[in-house]
């Protein structure tokens, strides 16, 4: 019954590979995130959606593309990993873009 | 810009030993603010919050006012225990765009020992 579930928990890939990590939420909640947590624990959110529908784009690299089937679900793509990518990718939702949000366990991301 | 500032780590500790965790903030606004813990392997999960000035917010023992004076949101807890060594975020909320957007501190480790 987890409430935030992002698979896998680790990702070991080469550079220049392309890769996916997905979540999903059992929460009923609207809105969606992802955020990239670095090696010093500084997390910083990349994408939100919201009802399907993208809200807030940081300044991210277009390699990252995030996609959303439906509001229970996602899921981020990345093209052509770099070194930098490697990092903790964490998936949050809320039940709107004000409340208190709830974190997956992570995706701890490895480039070689 | 909007930004939250919080002590560096690593925090260590004896069990039952009084805990601070400073956290002070800069916002064009009137910001919610937060708490979370990570526990080791684990996602952040929000630990207490506080939506205006001079609210209380609290959870398991730790607790943090919301100080508009001194923009500050220091979280306390009276004795520690081991069980409570994790890494600690201070966090504000802030429409953005017609959305709020969650801006997270650097966080601070806590280790706290027998």
């Known amino acids: 019954d987890t409430a935030v579930s992002q698979t896998p928990k680790y990702l070991v890939t080469q550079m220049g590979n392309d890769k996916s990590i997905k979540c999903e939420q059992n929460?009923?909640?609207?809105?969606m995130y992802w955020y990239k947590q670095d090696s010093k624990k500084f997390l910083k959110i990349m994408f939100s959606?919201?009802?399907?529908?993208?809200?807030i784009n940081e300044t991210v690299p277009n390699r990252f593309s995030p996609k959303s089937p439906d509001k229970a679900h996602l899921n981020l793509h990345i093209n052509s990993l770099e070194l930098g990518d490697s990092a903790v990718y964490f998936c949050?939702?809320?039940?709107?873009?004000?409340?208190?949000?709830?974190f997956g366990d992570g995706t701890r991301l490895s480039i070689l | 810009g909007n930004s939250v500032t919080q002590m560096e780590g690593p925090v260590t500790l004896s069990e039952e030993a009084f805990l601070t965790i400073n956290c002070t903030y800069t916002?064009?606004?009137?910001?919610?603010l937060f708490w979370y813990v990570q526990y080791p392997g684990e996602g952040l999960q929000l630990l207490l919050k506080?939506?205006?000035?001079?609210d209380k917010g609290s959870n398991k023992g730790f607790e943090a006012t919301y100080r508009k004076e001194t923009t500050s949101f220091h979280l306390e807890k009276g004795s520690v225990q081991v069980s409570d060594s994790a890494v600690y975020f201070c966090?504000?909320?802030?429409?953005?765009?017609?959305?709020?957007?969650?801006?997270f501190g650097a966080g601070t480790r806590l280790a706290v020992h027998p």
């Open positions: 949050a939702s809320s039940q709107d873009a004000a409340q208190p949000q709830h």
């Open positions: 929460l009923g909640h609207d809105t």
């Open positions: 959606y919201n009802n399907k529908e993208l809200i």
């Open positions: 916002a064009t606004g009137y910001p919610s």
């Open positions: 506080a939506t205006k000035a001079d």
């Open positions: 966090a504000l909320s802030l429409p953005s765009g017609g959305y709020n957007k969650l801006i």
